[in-house]
């Protein structure tokens, strides 16, 4: 903890040099955009990461499919991982009220409900195996606004409040009837303790989690250690996908040395903006007022940092 204002953040306990791998990790939860799976839904790529199948290459004799649905896995092990913490209660031949409410999200393009619909089963089948409290306490840690305080920094929002607010209602609605009660297909005896189940499937709490999620999630993921990285918009640190074609597994990149105890930084914004645009998307999007060096300063993006991320020749 840095302060009661900033939060978190990671800080160098030993120097790095200019493109070390700091350190890669794979999400809490994970949704690729419908685009992407769009793919998966086709069994071209990966139920879990969403890796595209090598299907009749090399590789193939590795995919499996889910045994209730067409659902196909790179792995035996991203099957189970899978179905361990969201496939058994989104699976729609396991759980047909999933279907409503997932086609309801297709045709909104909307990630992050079913961002926060993966959240909510992991907790429900965490609490199936005993692990609940653990893992609560991990999407605990992630910083939290409600979605609600978010869209309302939108200049259009007075015109779109009506509408949204009808649409988290529906939304709720239909996400409730398909976890509230498991139905018989899913197997589960250990329902969520009824002081959660009370709070969880309310309106603030899915505001609250729809917040979670848009303000924390990578490329699709939720990351515990990634989440630790605060902004600056001459970053420290590049945020990169090390699988090809797929966004699951993420790394942590250095763009330049760095001294021990100085604090890691990536940049939530596009750096090449100007100072203007890049405060305005901090501030509409994170709801914090960005001060770092580079803006209090009025600098543009140096060559270092230009080279490090890549966005230029070396």
């Not at 090809?244 to 001294?259: C, E, F, P, T």
């Not at 890691?264 to 509409?284: A, G, I, L, M, Q």
């Amino acid at each position: 903890m840095i302060d009661r204002i900033t939060g978190k953040g990671l800080f160098a306990t030993r120097d790095l040099k200019k493109d070390e791998i700091i350190f890669e990790e794979t999400p809490l939860a994970f949704f690729p955009g419908w685009t992407r799976h769009d793919d998966v839904l086709s069994g071209y790529a990966c139920g879990l990461c969403a890796k595209p199948l090598n299907t009749g290459r090399v590789g193939s004799s590795l995919i499996v499919r889910c045994p209730h649905c067409d659902m196909t896995y790179c792995t035996k092990l991203c099957r189970q991982t899978a179905w361990d913490t969201f496939h058994r209660l989104e699976c729609t031949n396991v759980n047909p009220r999933m279907r409503v409410f997932l086609d309801l999200c297709r045709a909104e393009d909307w990630s992050a409900a079913v961002g926060v619909e993966r959240c909510w089963a992991h907790l429900i089948l965490a609490s199936e195996r005993g692990e609940l409290e653990a893992v609560r306490a991990q999407y605990e840690a992630f910083a939290t606004v409600s979605q609600a305080e978010r869209q309302a920094k939108e200049t259009a929002w007075i015109f779109m409040e009506h509408t949204t607010r009808e649409l988290w209602t529906r939304t709720l609605s239909l996400l409730s009837a398909a976890l509230t009660t498991p139905p018989p297909k899913s197997k589960l005896k250990n329902p969520l303790p009824a002081d959660l189940l009370s709070t969880l499937f309310t309106e603030a709490s899915f505001l609250s989690w729809l917040g979670r999620w848009n303000i924390n999630n990578q490329n699709g993921g939720l990351y515990r250690l990634q989440s630790h990285l605060n902004h600056a918009c001459s970053p420290t640190v590049s945020i990169e996908h090390p699988v090809a074609g797929s966004s699951y597994r993420l790394a942590v990149r250095v763009i330049r040395d760095v001294k021990k105890g100085e604090q890691v930084c990536e940049t939530y914004v596009n750096p090449s903006w100007n100072k203007e645009t890049r405060k305005n998307f901090v501030s509409t999007n994170y709801m914090f007022e960005c001060a770092c060096e580079r803006c209090e300063r009025d600098e543009g993006l140096t060559e270092e940092v230009k080279r490090g991320l890549r966005l230029t020749e070396k």
